[in-house]
């Protein structure tokens, strides 16, 4: 099997893969519990001839699939896990709120299930060549965890799983096709706990210590902080506990869960450091004790414009998905449910290209799929994106790059109704095959011109300015499901 046979391998299992992209679907599962969605990926490779590792990391729904030997070591990325509080229905074009009674209230939101599957089907295609080809070279399929909200491939990465790579390669469903080149930023979550004293709150107020006030408090220190921080920095939260229903009882207890972001983890320890004081302001401020809980970090990501350009180079060999007039009719009834203006995307993705930024404005205004490739350019510095992505410490361990793939309509806002409802669509399955095939290919290249995978690595240094990899995640904190928090 030469490279040319690539695409039609990964053609040729197309029902295998729609089917298990369906059933990871199908459970819906969320961070670090995705233990049905973790098996039927690592069954499927274990069928076909890969050595595989469980709990990779010593996380229980972490795996590894190796295929191969020598170098180089490819990785490919893949992620299975579901959001809470999108309660799916496929193909749906209004907001309907539930599903079937198996529905249990988790969603694909983000399109996970085509990301593992996609994932899954470019390394069969790899497997398939270094069988067929006997050449040296090892391709390992990391199944990765809690992506959301739970950084599960930085606590992967503290346990060193990503050393000694030679190049990864990974994707995301999005609503176009590209080189998915964002600087994306670091990020610590933390979890403030509150403590006080009980007390009837009109009889005996005098004798309460209010964890609720504690936590608004910090709240309010918070937002003034806001003034007095880089620019790019991001500073959220959700209050996790209130202390209860019961506004005549001084609330005992008050949790709030901080996210905090910014370009690099220095940055990000230099603000958690200043949130704490803050943190224990508060406390002072109304006699309650607060405890500070570190739940997880990412790292930002470095993107690799070596690895970037193999990666487009595959994405322009291959045929674009043509869409069926019934495709293009359901795309068009979840575009106007839609809230982002036409084109947006094209911002997205080249917010410093200015000539590429408005062509691509318009073409893809005039569309409701996308039917084409957004340019990839060897020389523009990379933009940041003000979100964050786990794959962040796999960047600082290895030469990574990511594509973006069309599974979904244009203005599509992730994490929505109207997303879960097109991931168990064809638009999904269409768009989970040519990420398939791109990954494979780009693998293949890599394995044919090792040079490629050492001129990665000489950017990767450079850009990494001799900073080695460090992990944020301090050693007894463990991943933890959502609902535990
Ligand atoms: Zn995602």
Redesign the pocket.
């Known amino acids: 099997m030469d490279k040319s046979r690539v695409a039609g391998y990964v053609e040729s299992i197309g029902e295998l893969l729609r089917g298990i992209s369906d059933a990871i679907w199908d459970y819906a599962e969320t961070a670090f519990e995705e233990y049905r969605s973790a098996a039927i990926l690592r069954e499927t490779l274990a069928r076909q001839g890969f050595e595989v590792e469980d709990k990779t990391g010593g996380i229980d729904t972490a795996f590894c699939a190796s295929y191969g030997s020598g170098k180089p070591v490819i990785a490919i990325l893949a992620?299975y896990d579901a959001l809470s509080g999108l309660s799916q229905k496929a193909k749906a074009v209004t907001e309907e709120a539930r599903g079937g009674k198996e529905d249990n209230g988790n969603g694909h939101g983000?399109?996970?299930n085509l990301?593992g599957t996609g994932s899954l089907g470019a390394a069969l295609a790899v497997k398939e060549y270094l069988a067929a080809n006997k050449v040296p070279g090892t391709i390992k399929l990391f199944g990765c965890p809690g992506?959301?909200g739970g950084s599960g491939k930085a606590f992967m990465a503290r346990a060193g799983v990503f050393a000694g790579l030679d190049a990864a390669f990974a994707w995301?469903p999005m609503a176009v096709n590209a080189v998915m080149e964002w600087k994306l930023l670091a990020n610590y979550q933390i979890l403030y706990k509150f403590r006080g004293k009980a007390a009837h709150a009109a009889a005996s107020p005098h004798l309460g210590r209010s964890a609720l006030d504690a936590v608004e408090l910090m709240n309010v220190g918070v937002n003034f902080l806001r003034e007095h921080l880089i620019p790019e920095a991001r500073l959220h939260y959700a209050i996790t506990h209130t202390g209860g229903f019961s506004p005549n009882v001084v609330q005992a207890r008050g949790e709030v869960l901080y996210l905090i972001r910014a370009p690099r983890l220095p940055q990000v320890e230099e603000i958690y450091q200043r949130v704490n004081k803050i943190a224990q302001g508060a406390a002072l401020m109304t006699e309650t004790s607060v405890e500070i809980e570190f739940i997880k970090a990412c790292a930002n990501v470095i993107p690799n414009k070596t690895l970037g350009r193999v990666l487009y180079d595959n994405f322009k060999a291959q045929d674009l998905p043509r869409y069926t007039e019934e495709e293009q009719a359901f795309a068009t009834a979840l575009a106007q449910t839609s809230l982002k203006p036409p084109g947006a995307e094209a911002a997205m993705f080249l917010p410093n290209r200015g000539k590429d930024l408005a062509e691509y404005t318009k073409r893809l205004g005039d569309k409701t799929l996308c039917d084409l490739i957004l340019p990839f350019d060897d020389e523009t510095a990379e933009p940041v994106f003000p979100g964050s992505s786990d794959v962040g410490d796999v960047s600082w361990n290895v030469p990574t790059a990511q594509i973006a793939v069309a599974c979904y309509a244009l203005g599509t806002a992730e994490h929505s109704w109207q997303l879960v409802s097109q991931t168990r669509s064809s638009l999904g399955h269409k768009g989970l095959i040519l990420a398939a095939k791109v990954i494979a290919a780009a693998c293949v290249d890599v394995l044919e011109h090792p040079e490629l995978a050492e001129k990665a690595a000489v950017e990767w240094e450079q850009r990494l300015e001799s900073h080695p990899y460090r992990s944020a995640i301090p050693p007894e904190v463990q991943p933890r499901p959502l609902g535990t928090l």
Do not use: D, Q, R, V
Request: net charge negative; glycine share 12%.
């Open positions: 992620e983000c399109g996970h990301l992506e959301e995301h």
